[in-house]
């Protein structure tokens, strides 16, 4: 989906595009009339029996009626008429009564589905837990969206009734709405990436950019029917012309459009009237030119969406697809491409021509590739869709530089990364985004940050530059997966081989020597192509590597061709282990090595790099992803109580009671606190609690308490407890009072927080806390939601671990309660993307389990960001 500010666009499982948004008092007659063509089974699987015209007119005047706090209702359109219906009435403080109806005509293209998710969000955001709906038990078709929806669904049967309860809080079935919206992308890309026929508007009669894209379709050896839309001209290339798209005999499918962006509105429209159902518009002028571009750009957007009809770019460089029963090539990229298994989107012309030309110099090849351009609506997304179920495709290759929706990015690239590798390469490293002066947490999530946590966890392959992104690839498409990170040298150049063995180790590779071993093997310049075979199948079949790495230096003396020959057998030998060769001295070496086509390169830190990154991805592959994990005692409703609460006071830095309230319905111990308002309270409140004692400043906007002087740690009487007491109420502002705690033995202080990204979604962080949190840096971060895998390697991934676990006879932290901590935060967060930030620091941690001590919470209204469950296709 598409977030506008009055709805969102949405797939339909044919790829057709549906507009979803909340309805209003003026959709009354278009409701009406949705009713009024219904067949008579459609409204009485609606309404439980036959309704007359007065019935009907009731139910569509509550539809369309203004939306309140205990009422909602959302509208499918499609071009000229609204084709469904949802609502839902609150029937209970956490629980709404739902009902679904869609137009006859629409039935079996996910618009019920989609309904339910608009209406789940909704009723989400206003804190309902649960939706409930009565459904006729020969409704097969509302009770599959019920079930499909959400794992959580529930269902009782009373008289051939379903009640069906659906709740909105969490248990989202996300991996079935991504695979019908995957299935629904797939379906409207087709236009584009296997047209039946092609047009390009805007084909000069000799040259300019139209013209050889014209001549690129027919010289690549198109499938189909090839057009030329030109007023001036009867033939074009040799290729027949016509004056408009509509013009065109037997419609068109695609149309490649290279005309001034002043003239494109007047062209896609035509377009649409014709049919057309995909556009890849190379012009620019749009987004790419200020405001008055990115206005001319929105309304395009709304154009083909009126249309379902998909867009690539635009500013873009074109589509191919180098399929033998497709021969798309609409680019004016130069060169032929070469047909192979690499899929590539690329949000950059230029970085997009540098992959065409080393997949096809390198002997790696393309499937499919993509320029993006502005991504006013095609997206990385939308490919990733597309490559799932590719079989063409065997490795994905990205250029990004912005993100339209990272959390269906994170979701879908996850998906596809479980089936073949996703190189990325994204733009813009720079920390100059991290804020300042905000909490532990939040001060330690810069925007790269984010993205890596993303990456990680999804299994995306990221790399640094283009080389590498070209290197990883080749090795990746036509060698095995490692089994481990043990890498073997063979080489005739000593030198070369320690160069090799020094730079494994960076790139998270091992080169293991033992007594039965050597490793790296020095063959000598003397080598001959027998002894160099013969080095290699010793290595590989020993079982103590899991990849090869052959180093060859040409000299006047060697024979080259012979090595390579000879190293290309032996290493033919053992498909099953991934290998690369690297050739020094001669610079028209072949690209590839063997028949299994090892890849050839100049330099071995290139080699190992790829042969590291090749490693890392496949233990990705390996390990276990882990299970969401519900921990015990957690009362989502508290949760969302005290939220309301603290947002209704004023949203930013909570008060002490507001933070601990939510935290206790997650089930998160924190150490009771008494509010006081001055030195005499606090001397009481001490002597209540036992001394020795911790004095804070209850101010929630103090960030650095101990730099502030606004806590005093270890009173052990009275008179301490007095005298620290006006220095540290002097600390924060008046009238906030002073918060008096027992202290908490530490035997490692720890911290965990919260930090929410409009674009990503809530981080949950981990690392060593305390006054050294920020000294130190040692955090890491994931996101939401959090696998119990996530939660044991984000303590395990910390320079600080050993620490947990006993270093030098000190006793071993309960690490399972520190895992149970981590799923408790990251589940708070889930439910509550109003939690902007949630600091905990420090957290006493010991082998009788952990315990918070100090907290800081802040919270913003959420309603302006794309809810979990509006799942946003592209957004500029």
């Excluded at 669904?153 to 709740?167: F, K």
């Excluded at 996300?174 to 805007?202: F, I, N, Y």
């Excluded at 405001?291 to 460089?317: I, S, Y």
């Excluded at 050294?772 to 996101?783: E, I, N, S, T």
Aim: charged share 20%; net charge neutral; with cysteine.
């Amino acid at each position: 989906m598409t977030v506008h500010t009055d709805g969102v666009d949405a797939l339909t499982t044919d790829g057709a595009i549906v507009h979803l948004r909340p309805a209003r008092a003026a959709d009354l007659p278009a409701v009406l009339d949705l009713y009024d063509r219904a067949s008579p089974d459609n409204l009485r699987l609606r309404f439980f029996h036959l309704p007359g015209r007065l019935s009907l007119e009731a139910d569509a005047r509550r539809v369309c009626r203004a939306p309140g706090a205990g009422r909602h209702a959302v509208v499918a359109e499609l071009p000229g008429r609204i084709v469904g219906v949802a609502s839902y009435e609150r029937r209970g403080r956490q629980r709404a009564e739902f009902a679904v109806f869609v137009d006859d005509e629409h039935h079996g293209r996910g618009i019920g589905t989609l309904l339910l998710e608009q209406l789940a969000a909704a009723a989400r955001r206003r804190g309902l837990a649960e939706l409930t709906g009565d459904v006729l038990g020969d409704n097969n078709a509302m009770l599959t969206v019920a079930r499909d929806l959400t794992v959580g669904a529930r269902a009782t049967v009373d008289s051939g009734v379903v009640t069906v309860r659906v709740p909105t809080t969490s248990g989202i079935g996300e991996h079935l709405v991504d695979r019908r919206e995957a299935h629904a992308e797939r379906r409207s890309l087709a236009p584009l990436l296997t047209p039946r026929s092609v047009a390009v508007v805007g084909a000069g009669r000799h040259d300019g950019v139209g013209h050889q894209v014209l001549r690129a379709l027919a010289e690549y050896g198109f499938r189909g029917p090839l057009y030329a839309v030109n007023p001036h001209a009867a033939a074009v290339a040799g290729h027949p012309s016509y004056p408009s798209l509509s013009a065109v005999p037997g419609g068109v499918d695609l149309a490649v459009v290279a005309v001034p962006a002043e003239a494109v509105p007047d062209v896609v429209a035509d377009g649409a009237r014709a049919g057309v159902r995909a556009v890849v518009l190379l012009s620019a002028g749009f987004a790419d030119d200020g405001e008055a571009g990115r206005a001319r750009q929105a309304e395009l957007v709304r154009l083909v969406r009126a249309h379902g009809m998909r867009l690539a770019g635009p500013n873009c460089l074109g589509v191919v697809n180098t399929d033998p029963a497709v021969r798309l090539n609409a680019a004016f990229a130069p060169g032929e491409p070469a047909r192979g298994v690499l899929g590539v989107a690329s949000q950059s012309g230029a970085v997009g021509i540098a992959l065409l030309e080393n997949a096809a110099h390198d002997g790696t090849g393309i499937s499919t590739f993509v320029s993006l351009g502005n991504k006013a609506d095609v997206s990385g997304n939308d490919l990733l869709a597309w490559w799932l179920d590719d079989p063409d495709t065997a490795v994905v290759a990205l250029y990004l530089e912005s993100f339209g929706n990272p959390r269906r990015f994170s979701r879908l690239v996850r998906a596809v990364a479980h089936r073949k590798p996703v190189l990325v390469l994204k733009s813009g490293r720079s920390t100059a985004g991290r804020r300042a002066g905000l909490s532990h947490t939040a001060a330690a999530a810069a925007s790269d940050v984010v993205v890596d946590a993303l990456f990680r966890q999804a299994g995306v392959i990221r790399v640094d530059t283009l080389g590498d992104l070209v290197d990883a690839a080749r090795l990746l498409s036509t060698q095995p997966l490692p089994g481990g990170n043990r890498v073997g040298v063979v080489g005739n150049a000593g030198g070369l081989n320690v160069l090799a063995a020094d730079v494994a180790e960076p790139a998270g590779l091992l080169v293991p020597a033992g007594q039965a071993t050597v490793n790296p093997v020095d063959l000598g310049a003397g080598a001959t192509p027998e002894g160099c075979a013969a080095a290699i199948r010793a290595l590989a079949g020993g079982g103590a590597v899991d990849a090869l790495l052959v180093v060859l230096v040409a000299t006047r003396a060697n024979d080259l061709p012979g090595l390579l020959e000879a190293s290309g057998a032996a290493l033919d030998e053992r498909p099953d282990v991934p290998a690369a060769v690297v050739v020094v001295g001669r610079g028209d070496a072949p690209r590839t090595c063997g028949a299994r086509r090892a890849p050839v390169f100049e330099l071995p830190e290139r080699a190992m790099r790829a042969l590291g990154h090749a490693a890392r991805y496949a233990a990705w592959r390996r390990a276990p992803h882990g299970d969401r994990v519900t921990p015990d005692g957690v009362d989502p409703a508290a949760g969302r109580s005290a939220v309301q609460a603290g947002l209704t006071a004023g949203a930013g830095w909570q008060a002490y009671d507001v933070t601990s309230r939510l935290l206790n319905a997650y089930g998160i111990r924190l150490v009771d606190a008494a509010w006081v308002g001055g030195p005499r309270q606090a001397v009481a409140a001490a002597e209540r609690i036992g001394f020795p004692v911790v004095l804070k400043s209850a101010d929630p906007e103090l960030v650095h308490k101990t730099e502030s002087g606004a806590v005093a740690l270890g009173l052990a009487g009275a008179g301490q407890v007095r005298e620290a007491a006006a220095r540290v109420l002097a600390a924060g502002r008046p009238g906030q009072g002073l918060l008096v705690q027992r202290t908490v033995p530490a035997d490692v202080e720890l911290a965990a927080g919260v930090v929410h990204d409009p674009q990503f979604g809530s981080l949950v962080m981990a690392g060593m806390g305390g006054v050294r949190a920020d000294v130190l840096g040692d955090r890491v971060f994931r996101l939401v939601p959090l696998t119990d895998v996530d939660a044991r390697a984000m303590w395990q991934s910390l320079r600080g671990a050993p620490l947990l676990t006993g270093y030098r006879g000190a006793p071993a932290v309960d690490t399972a309660a520190v895992e149970d901590l981590f799923t408790r935060v990251a589940r708070l967060a889930e439910e509550h993307p109003e939690v902007a930030e949630l600091d905990l620091n420090p957290v006493m941690a010991g082998p009788g389990g952990v315990t918070v001590v100090d907290a800081k919470l802040r919270l913003e209204p959420a309603g302006t960001e794309p809810d979990r469950l509006i799942r946003a296709l592209t957004s500029y």
